[in-house]
């Protein structure tokens, strides 16, 4: 019993928890023999190719999909003996898919503002006053205070991942999941959008973060561990001092590569 107890305790303590996980679809192994864990205070990048299963793994953390064998456990909560209604609004998720989702000619504060309503779409006449300030003010910490009234279908790329960033930090989620957020941007909206999650990862109060990207120029300083994957395996997994070498790298992208660091940035090539 005590020692069902401290594991109790030591799963409190994590945001996810994933031990012996396989994802099955139409017979391909989208993940397996998958173990993973991220703390409270921790700020994770997952690497990997086109397929890897970066994606699936971000599912099963945002309670979107269920394992087909192993458990996983998000905010203390067992997948599967859940109700994940009840866990999804403590996770804050961006992903192309959600972009897609938000009618053009919505007004940008609302995007923002409804996420404490989990609903898009703007379905009120008016909102908390309470609520429309905290949107204003995550827009501002965004640098686009100046875009609130503005129709999120007239947004530029970068200036549509700020806002959906704004809207996953709305309901002060416990864990914070970008799907590559990075993805379709020019160099200067990647720049800015990487100085943004850098003040992020860096404020002690900002939620546990798990960022998905192809590219590790795009990881923001003050991200503390790295996953790499590859056909749905961990490469390596751990501080990012630890994995993030030329060794592991070329191993998860199946080439020779030279991972280079410059400041707090890292560059990777071909050899
Ligand atoms: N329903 C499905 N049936 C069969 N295979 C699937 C299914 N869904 C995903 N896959 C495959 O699982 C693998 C992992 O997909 P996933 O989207 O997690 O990869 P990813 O690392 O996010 O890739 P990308 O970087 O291209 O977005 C891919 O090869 C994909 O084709």
């Known amino acids: 019993?005590?020692?069902?107890?401290?594991?109790?305790?030591?799963?409190?303590?994590?945001?996810?928890?994933?031990?012996?996980?396989?994802v099955r679809r139409g017979g391909n192994k989208l993940?397996?023999?998958?173990?993973?864990?991220v703390e409270l205070d921790e700020r994770w990048v997952v690497l990997g190719p086109n397929g890897a299963g970066k994606?699936?793994?971000?599912k099963l953390a945002a309670a979107e999909l269920h394992p087909t064998n192993g458990v996983v456990h998000v905010l203390g909560e067992r997948l599967g003996r859940v109700d994940v209604f009840e866990l999804r609004p403590r996770i804050?998720?961006?992903?192309?898919?959600?972009?897609?989702r938000v009618p053009p000619e919505e007004k940008v504060l609302d995007v923002v503002v409804s996420a404490g309503y989990a609903v898009l779409g703007?379905?009120?006449?008016?909102y908390d006053a309470l609520d429309t300030e905290?949107?204003?003010?995550?827009?501002?910490?965004?640098?686009?205070?100046?875009?609130?009234?503005?129709?999120?279908?007239?947004?530029?790329?970068?200036?549509?991942?700020?806002?959906?960033?704004a809207r996953s930090l709305m309901t002060d989620p416990e864990m914070l999941?970008?799907?590559?957020?990075?993805?379709?941007?020019?160099?200067?909206?990647?720049?800015?959008?990487?100085?943004?999650?850098?003040?992020?990862?860096?404020?002690?109060?900002?939620?546990?973060?798990?960022?998905?990207?192809?590219h590790v120029e795009e990881i923001p300083p003050g991200f503390t561990h790295a996953l790499l994957l590859a056909?749905?395996?961990?490469?390596?997994?751990?501080?990012?001092?630890?994995?993030?070498?030329?060794?592991?790298?070329?191993?998860t992208f199946g080439q020779d590569l030279l991972l280079e660091r410059s400041g707090d940035r890292f560059f990777a090539r071909r050899r």
Request: charged share 25%; hydrophobic share 45%; aromatic share 4%.
């Open 55 to 58: 994606t699936t793994l971000l």
């Open 177 to 214: 999941l970008l799907d590559e957020p990075a993805a379709g941007l020019d160099l200067g909206g990647r720049e800015d959008l990487v100085a943004r999650l850098s003040s992020l990862a860096f404020d002690p109060d900002a939620p546990a973060m798990v960022l998905v990207t192809h």
């Open 134 to 165: 905290r949107a204003e003010e995550l827009l501002a910490a965004l640098g686009i205070g100046h875009l609130a009234t503005r129709m999120y279908g007239t947004l530029s790329e970068g200036e549509r991942k700020r806002t959906l960033i």
């Open 1 to 22: 019993m005590a020692h069902v107890n401290s594991v109790q305790e030591n799963l409190d303590d994590l945001v996810v928890h994933m031990s012996g996980v396989e």
């Open 122 to 126: 703007r379905w009120r006449e008016s």
């Open 92 to 100: 804050g998720f961006t992903s192309a898919a959600v972009n897609g």
């Open 31 to 37: 993940l397996a023999d998958f173990d993973w864990s």
């Open 231 to 251: 056909d749905g395996r961990a490469v390596a997994a751990g501080l990012v001092d630890d994995v993030l070498t030329s060794e592991n790298l070329s191993e």
